[in-house]
């Protein structure tokens, strides 16, 4: 109870100055007890692993020389932000990853903790804690090799800042991986309008569409805090087979991985002309 109360009280200090919404907090909490129902309200979240988890090991093994046969991602730490009942923690742990899930909703974290506790082998290699982003910042300076934030930045109430606290905690040449999202007219029929009105895919009420963000507004966001965009990818769920795949076009949701500058790089600046390459390049991927 103590810790919950710190918790408010910090939190009602800081809020002016926090990616975290307090609305959106209250959304997730109502849902806190059904992260790992596979058939509930989270179902779509379940599949969107089967394309997701290998998109970030894929991604982290062309990066790398080493690899660990049966623990690929051994030896790298991994924050998930945003990580609920720890649906994508769990499987990013079993890879070998050392992982740490923040999530600002206590219950969350709660589910989550409860259901690592079933496997020894999780227990060990995932810890949870109730905090945003911006709470650990002072503690975890250039503290993970890897960031998750998958199917958060559309809940955020500053995504400024948020990519700021990412480059952060991030260690120079760390991996940003995204998945959210695009703000297009698309997106509000088949996102808000079908999925929660009338299917009932995602609880009535989860997403604002005025928060969804386009890729390139994402992109100049990541590229003007320090971050390489390297990949943008279109994703398409499928309701009538509960499946995700990757497609062409990122006018519904769309996953991103960005590289944070290396060391040397803070000491030179970037040639004007491959920023207008790298947007040419990516403008005619959106829609």
């Known amino acids: 109870q103590l810790s919950l109360f710190r918790f408010t009280v910090k939190r009602s200090f800081s809020t002016s100055h926090s990616s975290v919404d307090s609305k959106e907090m209250k959304k997730f909490q109502l849902l806190a007890h059904k992260w790992w129902d596979e058939e509930g309200e989270y179902a779509?979240?379940?599949?969107?692993?089967?394309?997701?988890v290998p998109f970030i090991r894929d991604t982290l093994l062309s990066m790398s020389s080493n690899y660990h046969l049966g623990n690929p991602l051994s030896g790298i730490k991994i924050l998930d932000v945003g990580c609920g009942g720890g649906?994508?923690?769990?499987p990013l742990?079993?890879?070998?990853?050392?992982?740490?899930?923040?999530?600002?909703?206590?219950?969350?974290?709660?589910?989550?903790?409860?259901?690592?506790?079933?496997?020894p082998v999780l227990a060990k290699r995932i810890q949870y804690k109730s905090s945003s982003l911006e709470e650990i910042v002072e503690e975890s300076m250039e503290t993970f090799d890897v960031i998750v934030a998958s199917e958060v930045v559309e809940h955020v109430a500053d995504l400024e800042m948020f990519i700021k606290c990412c480059?952060?905690?991030?260690?120079?040449?760390?991996?940003?991986?995204?998945?959210?999202?695009?703000?297009?007219?698309?997106?509000?029929?088949?996102?808000?309008?079908?999925?929660?009105?009338?299917?009932?895919?995602v609880p009535e009420g989860t997403h604002e569409w005025e928060k969804f963000v386009p890729p390139e507004e994402l992109e100049h966001l990541l590229e003007?805090?320090?971050f390489s965009v390297t990949t943008v990818n279109?994703?398409?769920?499928?309701p009538l087979s509960g499946s995700w795949s990757w497609t062409e076009s990122t006018s519904l949701n769309?996953?991103?991985?960005?590289?944070?500058?290396?060391?040397q790089a803070h000491t030179t600046d970037t040639p004007p002309e491959t920023d207008t390459q790298q947007h040419s390049a990516t403008a005619g991927t959106a829609g």
Request: net charge neutral.
């Open 44 to 52: 779509a979240l379940h599949s969107m692993n089967d394309i997701r």
């Open 87 to 90: 649906l994508l923690s769990e």
């Open 93 to 119: 742990g079993r890879l070998g990853a050392s992982v740490t899930g923040i999530d600002p909703v206590e219950d969350n974290i709660r589910t989550a903790d409860r259901h690592k506790s079933f496997d």
């Open 167 to 201: 480059s952060q905690v991030l260690k120079p040449d760390g991996s940003l991986f995204i998945t959210t999202i695009n703000k297009t007219q698309l997106s509000y029929v088949l996102g808000i309008v079908v999925a929660e009105k009338i299917m009932g895919i």
């Open 224 to 226: 003007s805090n320090g």
């Open 234 to 238: 279109g994703m398409l769920y499928n």
């Open 254 to 263: 769309y996953a991103v991985h960005a590289v944070k500058a290396g060391a």
